[in-house]
């Protein structure tokens, strides 16, 4: 047994990116500014754009380092790691069950479910795509194999397309995923997941529920009803049980 290494939500590049184009404007801004040369109005103007685009880029750069330190699994914050319990424990096995964590990145659901259901067994699925390079299947099976966790199994998977059969799962979960997934209508993923939960499971997702991105949830929760879903709950505006 090892330390788990769950990477961070922010990816390290984004930062980098962010770093070096602060410091391109940056130096683009001085040399404008001490350049021998006439000030025309044409070089003034330049100056004054890339001052801007300096200033928005060392925004952003310092608010994605602040997100990268909060979301540090194992940090002093360990923003993530909180959400991770939290997801998990809405996630509750029968004895001899299974669980589908879908969109499972680097393991960290996946296997802090089968933490908690030692007797179920769980499926992670990704599609683990160039987005996020250094999220692997490779990764998830060495951070299961850290935290002494043999009740897990990962494979490939889309969620626009699960490779399962109906009724496969006594609970499906997820966190942080579907809002990722170019769609124009994320309910009809939300109604690919239902199709592999068993009749009496349990579906939970945490997820970042804007309108933009999901359209009417409070409306889309009446439509499971009227399909026959008997129980749902929109817990937050980040976070839904089914």
């Known amino acids: 047994m090892g330390t788990p290494d769950y990477k961070n939500w922010m990816p390290k590049g984004m930062i980098t990116a962010m770093v070096i184009a602060t410091v391109v404007f940056f130096a683009l801004s001085l040399i404008l500014l001490v350049f021998p040369g006439e000030k ?16 928005a880029l060392l925004v952003f750069t310092i608010w994605f380092s602040l997100l990268y330190r909060a979301f540090d699994y194992h940090g002093p914050i360990g923003l993530s790691k909180r959400i991770i319990e939290g997801t998990a424990s809405y996630v ?13 990145g680097s393991g960290a659901l996946s296997i802090a479910s089968a933490k908690r259901n030692p007797n179920a067994k769980i499926t992670g699925c990704d ?3 160039a987005e996020y390079y250094s999220f692997l299947k490779e990764l998830c099976k060495n951070n299961a194999a850290a935290e002494g966790v043999s009740n897990v199994a990962f494979q490939n998977g889309d969620a626009t397309a699960l490779p399962f059969k109906d009724e496969t799962f006594d609970c499906v979960f997820s966190n942080y995923v579907y809002h990722n997934i170019p769609s124009k209508d994320r309910q009809e ?41 008997e129980k749902w709950n929109l817990l937050t505006r980040q976070t839904a049980c089914l």
């Not at 754009?49 to 300096?54: A, P």
């Not at 509750?92 to 499972?104: E, F, Y």
């Not at 009496?200 to 359209?215: Q, R």
Request: aromatic share 12%; hydrophobic share 45%; charged share 25%.
């Open 40 to 55: 025309s109005i044409v070089r003034i103007i330049f100056i004054i754009i890339f001052l801007i685009v300096f200033a």
């Open 92 to 104: 509750k096995i029968p004895d001899r069950g299974t669980g589908l964590d879908i969109g499972c």
């Open 127 to 129: 599609r683990w795509g």
């Open 189 to 229: 993923i939300l109604l690919e997941t239902l199709r592999v939960l068993k009749k009496g499971g349990t579906f939970a997702i945490h997820d970042l529920f804007t309108k933009s991105k999901y359209g009417d949830m409070d409306a889309f929760c009446k439509k499971l009803k009227s399909m026959g879903y």
